[in-house]
């Protein structure tokens, strides 16, 4: 008796999980054609074929829906960044190859950039997702980001410098992942990856003539 609540419990739980990745699935369609503002848990539910009230026992609005979305291709970033970060043992190819980790993530997965950015349905503008969710992803940014920032602090830059490279970094990063992404790059006749080795050994080379 004891053993079938076990198997029932298991079963129950593998049910409300595969319900949850529908809806997550669904979701996802929803904001990549509506957007953040334009999407609705009514509109997300009919996409996943079930009633608001299960969508709320999974989420309690849309923007906690987009927030665990946007969390699960963070983690995905970090892993990755990480993963690239940790294959060197050379402190200036473990900053290229982190780097360059960050931007073949989102140049490989375009619509996962848009969903970092917000740029579903409404182009660039200030959009949060609720205090305590934007500090979350944040973090997970940044977290991603660190393998970076610890390049740069392995290369001798101190915390306040590696900071700033960090940053120019990922700004650097963004704005050729953004002219690949809406075919600007095409006016300067070359590609977003050969500019972004160019940017490395710059700062590569900035670094070594300081010290």
């Keep these: ?10 079963e129950n739980l593998a049910s409300s999980d595969s319900k949850r990745d529908l809806i997550i699935a669904a979701a996802r369609r929803v904001f ?25 026992f999974h989420f309690d609005s849309k923007e906690a829906l987009y927030a665990e979305i946007l969390a699960e291709s963070l983690e995905a970033l970090a ?9 060197e043992t050379d402190l200036e190819n473990r900053l290229r190859r982190a ?3 960050f931007y073949y993530f989102y140049s490989a997965n375009p619509r996962d950039l848009d ?15 609720g205090k305590e969710r934007d500090n979350k992803l944040n973090d997970q940014l ?3 980001l660190a393998p970076i920032n610890q390049a740069f602090l392995d290369l001798g830059q101190d915390e ?4 700033a490279l960090t940053a120019g ?39 070594a003539d300081k010290s």
């Design 1 to 10: 008796m004891a053993l079938s609540r076990a198997v029932k419990r298991k």
């Design 32 to 56: 990549e054609s509506e957007g953040l503002e334009g999407a609705s848990l009514r509109g997300i539910a009919k996409e996943a074929g079930y009633t608001p009230a299960a969508l709320y």
């Design 79 to 87: 892993k990755r960044v990480n993963a690239a970060f940790r294959s």
């Design 99 to 101: 780097a360059m980790a």
């Design 115 to 129: 969903l970092g950015f917000y740029l579903f349905k409404g182009g660039m503008s200030p959009v949060g997702l």
């Design 142 to 144: 940044w977290e991603a």
């Design 160 to 163: 306040d410098q590696a900071k």
């Design 169 to 207: 970094t990922f700004a650097h990063t963004s704005g050729m992942l953004l002219l690949e992404h809406t075919g600007r790059m095409r006016l300067f006749d070359t590609t977003g990856e050969l500019l972004m080795h160019s940017y490395l050994d710059n700062q590569l080379k900035l670094i």
